[in-house]
């Protein structure tokens, strides 16, 4: 009983000396709470890491193996012209140099140029990536090689950005190269009966003026319909994001 007294006594003490204080006990702060209070008195949070402007942009990243030792055998108008073994993995004045247009006494606007080669499924830029010309049989996760100066923020050398695979919000479908070709039967109007034209079998594979000449309406030179030169391609409407 007397240690009970004894205890409470203490207790009561200690509670009196702190009043006198006028300093009470404070509840630890979480991580979390730290962290909105640092962002109330306007601190930032830690810079993310973003990608070495040397391996493409962020929306259209370059693929491939930087700094392998070797060359890499390019065919160029029927001539073989070596490159670096690491051609195109990052970007790059690949051409410089080396290209038989970006020589000593030739040099061309695309000479400059910084590219690399990159991930066509994997690149969300205005300006699509193109077939590499460098690697026509090389594959990349199934697909074609494709390079791009987009994605090392090199101006286009050509001045477009219109691809011949369509848009980046809505790319065409289909086979491109494919030899062949098929029959497409047109009703006929009036008293004229239908029309079967032969297309190419790669039709709407790439953006391509594909009636033009080959529609019955197409045929009639200078006073052919104006859609009959306007290009188009077959796509998938469930990933085509376009106003049209």
């Not at 203490?10 to 909105?36: D, N």
């Not at 001539?79 to 020589?103: I, K």
């Not at 140029?113 to 199934?142: F, H, I, K, M």
């Not at 859609?227 to 376009?242: G, K």
Request: negative net charge.
């Amino acid at each position: 009983m007397k240690l009970a007294v004894l205890s409470a006594a203490i207790l009561l003490e200690a509670a009196e000396g702190i009043a006198r204080a006028g300093t009470f006990p404070q509840p630890a702060k979480s991580l979390l709470s730290k962290g909105r209070s640092d962002a109330r008195v306007g601190r930032t949070r830690e810079p993310v890491e973003v990608l070495d402007a040397r391996f493409g942009d962020t929306e259209c990243p370059c693929i491939g193996f930087d700094n392998i030792e070797g060359e890499t055998n390019v065919s160029i108008q029927g001539a073989q012209y070596f490159y670096p073994a690491d051609l195109g993995s990052r970007c790059e004045a690949w051409d410089h140099g080396v290209h038989p247009s970006c020589q000593a006494g030739s040099q061309e606007d695309f000479c400059a140029r910084q590219w690399c080669y990159v991930d066509a499924c994997n690149c969300r830029l205005p300006e699509l990536p193109q077939p590499s010309y460098y690697a026509p049989t090389a594959r990349y996760r199934g697909r074609p090689l494709s390079y791009s100066y987009g994605a090392c923020h090199s101006e286009d050398f050509g001045g477009s950005t219109m691809s011949q695979v369509g848009e980046a919000g809505c790319q065409c479908i289909g086979f491109d190269n494919m030899p062949g070709s098929f029959d497409v039967a047109f009703p006929g109007s009036g008293s004229a009966g239908a029309s079967v034209v032969r297309y190419p079998a790669e039709l709407g594979g790439t953006c391509s003026a594909w009636d033009k000449g080959v529609h019955p309406e197409c045929q009639q030179g200078t006073n052919s319909p104006s859609w009959c030169a306007q290009r188009w391609c077959y796509v998938n409407p469930c990933s085509c994001d376009l106003a049209e």
